[in-house]
């Protein structure tokens, strides 16, 4: 069976486990044997300080980079250094630290593309099941403009999506994940350089998806976000994870402290 | 005035064959982002191997080359444009699975080079540096056409070919596939992301693409029935990249109006006019000149082109859908009516 032919059905407490990841380039270390499980059905931070090494992990989960060495499972499947469109079928979509919109296309097509299995993507069905192509296109026109209207995009459908601001873009990518009918979701800074009104409803979404079924795990810095909606949280310094738990347990741990919860205490305590 | 003509119907042919080459070059640069800067090799595989079927057995010719099937036309040409796709398998294989954007580029035109070298110099393939002559002109017998009226009989026969072709293209860049195409061109980590297989899709591109190089080579073939190394030297890639350039990336009329524009008004109009006096050949060098300008200038002033790619937009979209799916509209209504737009 080909890879992209397996199908997953996430049951088990876990979603997804990582094990002893590594990854350096030309010799910097940048992530160094990370190992945690992200709960189902949960949402779970993934903090630390900057260059602690989250978003290679996050792109190592996702497969858009292969790691040295270490094991990833989703469920009960072990996935390590799947190629990235063999993990996004299984159902872990994923959004970038910086916005990636695909510029030339609408906002509506952006959404378009997310679906795992389109007809209208084989040659053959172009040709000879054009009346299967246009009502499966019919379909995900519906349900991306009704996903649109929900993130409130809706008003953009006709926009090239690099016409749009930064939060909009943000909001773009989450709406292009949910599109894929994802089972897991990983975020990575989905707050980041928005405004706090906008900040607020990101995080209603979030919950929303969780309330949905969905696991989620999300790199940020907030941490009153993070303390607002996660149920989870994984510590993430110098490569390693250093502590799981609940962030006001963490509050408490000497090494987490020094590590990271310290400097941006005081860093917020200075402004 | 009977010249005229002839330079006319000339002139047209070259307008739908550059129409075609660019439909090739714009699904693989345009639409799916992958710098073919071997695009004219694929050409010349589609000419040569057209041409090679269409003639007898070499025996007795005068010249050395492979097949010699007395194919007739469109089968020939058929042949031409499935042998340039097969190769573009080959090439995908060994270039596009690893490689990215500037070193694909390198790769591609360095694979452009020894594909020239080998057809220059390996006689036994395609004759070397003579290249192929006497190729039999289509459909002549059948209409009892002389060397003139053959002109514009095939000049419209290509007109037709490129029709058939546009509408071919426009079904492919209109769907599903073609919107992934275009998906893979704008971030190729995200449509990976969103589950794109991007080396499959990429393939599917070099292959359709590869099928109108083959094609449009074929019928440069066939119109003078003659090909040789002289007549696609590797910088002619860049003559089908100005022509889409030009006209408009992703855009497939803009294609034919820079096909109008760059190889009908400036490549072979000037190929026309008298040469100057004592300076035999300055007028080609000024036409590669002028092309190279063109080209910066469009790329500094107009990037987009003379047609822009059109925005799809959402009431396209849904114009597209079968009755069972007409309560988007109903909800597009409502969102309008009261939504948050």
């Known amino acids: 069976m080909r890879k ?136 995900n026109v519906n349900r991306a403009l009704e996903i649109l209207q929900t993130y409130g995009l809706y008003a953009l459908r006709d926009n090239r999506a690099r016409e749009l601001s930064g939060g909009q873009k943000k909001l773009l990518e989450i709406s292009r994940a949910v599109m894929a009918s994802p089972q897991i979701l990983l975020l990575d800074e989905p707050m980041a350089g928005v405004n706090p009104a906008l900040i607020e409803k990101i995080g209603g979404y979030i919950l929303d998806l969780k309330a949905q079924g969905m696991t989620i795990l999300m790199v940020e810095h907030n941490l009153n976000v993070v303390e607002q909606i996660c149920d989870h949280v994984i510590v993430l310094a110098e490569g390693r994870t250093l502590a799981t738990g609940l962030l006001s347990e963490l509050r408490e741990n000497k090494e987490v402290v020094q590590a990271y919860l310290g400097e941006v205490i005081d860093a917020s305590t200075t402004r | 005035m009977t010249q005229v003509f002839y330079y006319i119907f000339t002139l047209v042919f070259f307008l739908f064959d550059y129409f075609i080459l660019a439909m090739g070059l714009n699904i693989q640069y345009g639409e799916t982002g992958i710098l073919n800067f071997a695009y004219i090799g694929f050409v010349a595989i589609g000419a040569y191997v057209t041409g090679a079927v269409s003639l007898p057995d070499s025996a007795g010719t005068g010249q050395h080359y492979i097949l010699g099937l007395n194919m007739p036309f469109p089968f020939n040409l058929l042949v031409g444009g499935l042998t340039a796709s097969a190769f573009a398998v080959l090439v995908a294989l060994i270039s596009l699975r690893r490689l990215r954007t500037d070193y694909l580029a390198m790769v591609l035109i360095s694979l452009s080079l020894v594909l020239y070298d080998i057809c ?33 009989v095939f000049a419209i026969v ?139 200038v469009m790329l500094w002033f107009r990037p987009q082109g003379v047609i822009p790619e059109r925005v799809r937009k959402s009431s396209a979209l849904t114009k597209l859908m079968p009755v069972s799916s007409a309560d988007v509209l109903v909800h597009e209504n409502a969102l309008n009516e009261g939504g948050n737009a």
Not at chain 1, 50 to 69: E, Q
Not at chain 2, 124 to 150: C, H, I, Q
Not at chain 2, 190 to 213: C, D, E, H, P, W
């Open chain 2, 120 to 152: 220059n110099n390996f006689v036994p393939l395609f004759n070397g540096a003579d290249g192929l002559y006497n190729v039999p002109a289509p459909l002549a017998g059948v209409l009892k056409l002389t060397t003139n009226s053959f002109i514009p």
């Open chain 1, 4 to 139: 992209a032919d397996v199908s997953l059905s996430l049951k088990g407490e876990w979603a997804l486990r990582c094990e002893g990841i590594t990854k350096a380039f030309m010799g910097v270390v940048a992530v160094n044997g990370a190992t945690f499980d992200v709960p189902r059905g949960q949402i779970t931070a993934l903090i630390g300080p900057n260059g602690a090494g989250k978003t290679t992990v996050v792109n190592i989960l996702s497969g858009s980079m292969l790691s040295d060495s270490g094991t990833e499972h989703i469920g009960e499947l072990e996935v390590s250094n799947w190629e990235s469109h063999d993990i996004a079928s299984l159902g872990l979509m994923r959004t970038f630290q910086l916005s990636r919109e695909l510029g030339g296309l609408t906002v509506l097509e952006n959404l378009l593309v997310a679906p795992k299995i389109q007809a209208g993507e084989s040659l053959f069905n172009v040709f000879f099941r054009p009346g299967q192509v246009r009502r499966e296109e019919g379909d």
């Open chain 2, 158 to 296: 290509t007109g037709i070919i490129a029709m058939i072709l546009w509408f071919v293209m426009s079904r492919i860049t209109r769907s599903p596939l073609g919107r992934t195409f275009r998906a893979i061109r704008d971030d190729e980590t995200v449509a990976a992301a969103l589950g794109k297989n991007v080396f499959r899709r990429q393939l599917t591109a070099m292959l359709i693409g590869s099928f109108y190089a083959g094609i449009g080579g074929g019928l440069i073939i066939q119109f003078g029935g003659s090909f040789n190394p002289s007549a696609w030297l590797p910088g002619e890639t860049f003559v089908v990249f100005t022509v889409i350039i030009v006209g408009g990336v992703g855009n497939n009329i803009g294609l034919l109006v820079g096909s109008l524009l760059v190889e009908t008004l400036l490549v072979h109009l000037p190929a026309f006019l008298p040469a100057i006096p004592g300076h035999a050949g300055l007028i080609e060098y000024i036409d590669a000149m002028l092309i190279g300008v063109l080209l910066m």
